[in-house]
């Protein structure tokens, strides 16, 4: 269980970190784009964070492996 809460640790770490990179640098072509991936991004790694502090699953892990 200790490993499962690292490594959704991790995860929300790198997805804030690609949001916060998105808002910062959007594309131009593709404004809207880029503001709409930076919102998703930013809420499935806040939420993995938040849900790695309080010992349960989260969004991400609820999906199930995809093909």
Known sequence: MK?????????GVAFVAIALYLLLRPHPSSLAGSLA?????GVLGVDALVSALRSRRSLLSRIGPLP
């Open 3 to 11: 490993m499962t809460r690292v490594f959704d640790s991790l995860l």
């Open 37 to 41: 991936a930076a919102l998703v991004l």
